[in-house]
């Protein structure tokens, strides 16, 4: 298929469902950022959130056509991912997921079909369809599974390891570290250490468990809000992070956090850094917060 | 960001068959969309250059899957080649370069002393990830003044980069002076650089569409020979300076002196170099494929190794190496602190949470994700339905 049948199919569905003028623009925007030859999208961040901005992927060709309510990650993903892959890491390059493109392929397929005044043609063009359904049946299967694996959520502050001095006994992070306490997964893990007690709104024997770890003793963890939890982190305090360098490796340390607006990446102590296997020359390291030990000023580093 | 900075050139694919390197197309894969995205080339300033070494049959791409069966064809012995300096790091001979020498020409115009540097320190992807730059004045006339000839058959210019005035410190004995310059208790262990900020600035990266990128804060880069690292601090120039003999210049790069790297000769010997011929000396080009005049060069060069003092904010704080490095930066990363999601599905984390008895994970909360399934499990029923009712209107028209 052309670029010039693809607008032309395009072009039809957008006149015929103009009720999905946000799905057909994001088409368009996929169509012609797609190479050629290798038939990937690749978009970049402008392009990648007007995509974003659908809501609902349709099926048309039906009296009521076909609609599938969805969320951005299932249509756009970063390039990122599969950097080492390309052996250059594309930051900030995003593609459409394989839903997308198949709900896109039916669609024009359905297209031809309206187009084409022949009967040859337009049982070709069933037959295209069908095959055109069938794939995107599996893609769907394929999608529903990784929906299922990726339940949990943890996010943290991801930055460039900066290594330090043997005698820095705080992990030193970059201003926008504070930006993470306005998130939910962060409110719903960390834990607050008000003397002898615990509070999460989370799970509390993985607390409990998790900070004894580090060597925080309380007596008990208490079940709370996460408002409250919200109330209690606008407090003084210290953070008590877990630091991990490298997902599949695994290498995971924690310690206390300082906030220095001198620094972009993430100070980790010379020790550490070696037991974490980072150095400066562009490894990234993730810090995400566990605990804040109210009212408490404490300096620590070690790993698990 | 990047992408603007970079563009796709077709290199002509080749695979290693029996030792011997053969063309091949994409008939010879089972996923032609996968050979075609190996063959494309991502790469900055030298973009041009790898699209002509291309078309003239001296640089090709290994694709990473492997071919359909190659038996019978005949090919090049792969040791014409060499498949290390321009290749990844993480996948030797995945790029090759038709060569009489060890090393590619390439490798030895951005290092005159490749051939006797360490064989895993090469200039490797920096060659493709290396953007489109413009310099200051003050910056051209230090690169006009310093730059290396190298003889390969005949004379020939090194291969350009930014050059910045380097004094390389010692790793283990300068955490006070680092902290002093950057106003934090840095290493220097991890092996990043301490830039000027006169110096960043004076550099501008250059897109496809002519505009003008700053260099980020921090950014990735590498001297000779693969010593690579990120900006870990920047300092103001008028503070940091170092007096070679009577003339006092301001110092662009601190860095250490790459002891443990194997890297050191081709960073410091060449620096050296460079600042003999910007101090008006008389430097000889360098035979870059005479393995023992380049070694007796070396021996010359440090006997005669400029060393300077370095003063901070009006101090003299000590003698170091000082020389006129040229580096190279790397715009595929994004180097910007931001929230993101911690990429915890792969198993391995699972394993080794564990085996670290660690009850980390049971910690985040887990996404109700029971709507999310129900509605792709729907729409998978909807799209059957839909399939069988064009299965009928097809048996209808037949």
């Known amino acids: 298929m052309t670029y010039r049948d693809k607008f032309y199919r395009l072009n039809h569905l957008k006149n015929k469902y103009p009720q999905y003028s946000q799905y057909w623009n994001a088409c368009e925007i996929v169509l012609l950022n797609t190479d050629s030859e290798a038939g990937i999208a690749t978009l970049n961040e402008s392009q990648a959130n007007e995509v974003s901005k659908v809501s609902t992927l349709p099926i048309v060709g039906t009296q009521n056509p076909v609609e599938l309510s969805v969320t951005p990650d299932m249509l756009v993903w970063k390039l990122d991912d599969m950097g080492y892959d390309l052996e250059i890491e594309l930051e900030d390059v995003y593609s459409v997921t394989a839903l997308f493109v198949e709900v896109m392929k039916a669609n024009l397929a359905q297209a031809f079909i309206e187009l084409t005044p022949f009967d040859v043609e337009r049982k070709r063009g069933l037959e295209v369809y069908s095959k055109i359904l069938n794939e995107l049946a599996a893609t769907i299967v394929q999608f529903a599974a990784k929906v299922y694996a990726s339940e949990r959520e943890i996010l943290g502050l991801r930055a460039k390891h900066m290594t ?55 007596d008990r963890v208490i079940k709370v809000s996460i408002d409250r939890i919200k109330k209690e982190l606008s407090g003084s305090g210290t953070f008590v992070n877990v630091i991990i360098r490298h997902p599949i490796i695994g290498y995971i340390a924690y310690g206390t956090s300082r906030i220095r607006q001198e620094i972009h990446g993430i100070g980790v102590n010379a020790k550490i850094a070696n037991l974490l296997d980072g150095d400066d020359d562009g490894d990234f390291v993730e810090v995400t917060p566990i605990a804040f030990l109210k009212d408490k000023d404490a300096h620590f580093v070690g790993v698990f | 960001m990047s992408s603007k900075l970079y563009k796709h050139v077709r290199v002509k694919p080749v695979s290693i068959n029996d030792d011997y390197v053969v063309p091949v197309s994409h008939s010879d894969y089972t996923n032609s969309q996968s050979f075609y995205q190996s063959t494309r080339v991502y790469a900055g300033l030298f973009a041009n250059f790898v699209q002509l070494l291309s078309n003239k049959g001296r640089l090709f791409v290994v694709p990473k899957e492997e071919p359909k069966d190659l038996s019978g064809r005949e090919g090049i012995p792969v040791s014409k080649f060499d498949g290390v300096s321009l290749s990844s790091i993480n996948r030797p001979y995945s790029r090759l370069f038709l060569t009489s020498y060890p090393k590619s020409e390439i490798e030895m115009l951005a290092n005159p002393f490749a ?275 064009k299965l009928v209107e097809r048996e209808a028209r037949l």
């Not at chain 1, 570290?177 to 024997?205: E, R």
Request: neutral net charge.
């Open chain 1, 164 to 218: 330090m001095r043997e005698d820095v006994n705080d992990i030193l992070v970059p201003p926008e570290y504070a930006s993470l306490f306005d998130k939910y997964p962060v409110l719903k893990t960390i834990v607050v250490v008000d003397g002898n007690k615990g509070f999460t709104a989370g799970n509390v024997d993985a607390a409990k468990s998790v900070l004894e770890r580090m060597g925080i003793k309380v």
């Open chain 2, 115 to 389: 051939l006797v540097t360490d064989g895993s320190r090469c200039l490797h992807t920096f060659f493709y990830q290396m953007p489109m730059f413009k310099l200051n004045k003050q910056l051209v006339e230090l690169r006009n003044r310093s730059k290396l000839e190298v003889l390969i058959h005949r004379r020939f210019v090194e291969l350009p980069g930014v050059h910045g005035i380097t004094v390389f410190v010692d790793k283990d004995k300068a955490d006070a002076l680092i902290e002093q310059i950057s106003n934090l208790p840095l290493s220097l262990k991890g092996d990043g650089f301490l830039v000027s900020r006169q110096w960043i600035d004076g550099i501008k990266f250059l897109t496809y569409y002519g505009e003008e990128v700053p260099v980020p804060d921090p950014v990735k880069m590498a001297g000779a020979a693969r010593s690579k690292g990120i900006t870990i601090a920047r300092f103001e120039q008028n503070r940091v300076l170092v007096k070679v003999n009577d003339t006092v210049l301001p110092v662009h790069v601190i860095m250490n002196t790459q002891g443990k790297r194997l890297n050191k000769a081709a960073n410091i010997v060449m620096s050296a170099l460079r600042l003999q011929k910007y101090l008006g000396m008389d430097v000889e080009p360098i035979d870059a494929t005479d393995v023992e005049k380049l070694k007796s060069r070396i021996h010359e060069t440090l006997q005669r190794m400029q060393t300077g003092v370095l003063i901070v904010d009006g101090q003299e704080v000590g003698e170091v190496f000082v020389g006129i490095n040229k580096f190279y930066f790397d715009m595929t990363h994004n180097t910007l602190p931001r929230v993101s999601r911690l990429n915890i599905d792969y198993v391995q984390v699972e394993v080794l949470a564990n085996a670290l008895d660690l009850d980390l994970l049971d910690m985040f909360p887990r996404r109700d994700r029971t709507e999310q399934l129900q509605k792709l499990f729907n729409f998978a029923s909807q799209v059957n339905y839909l399939s069988k009712l």
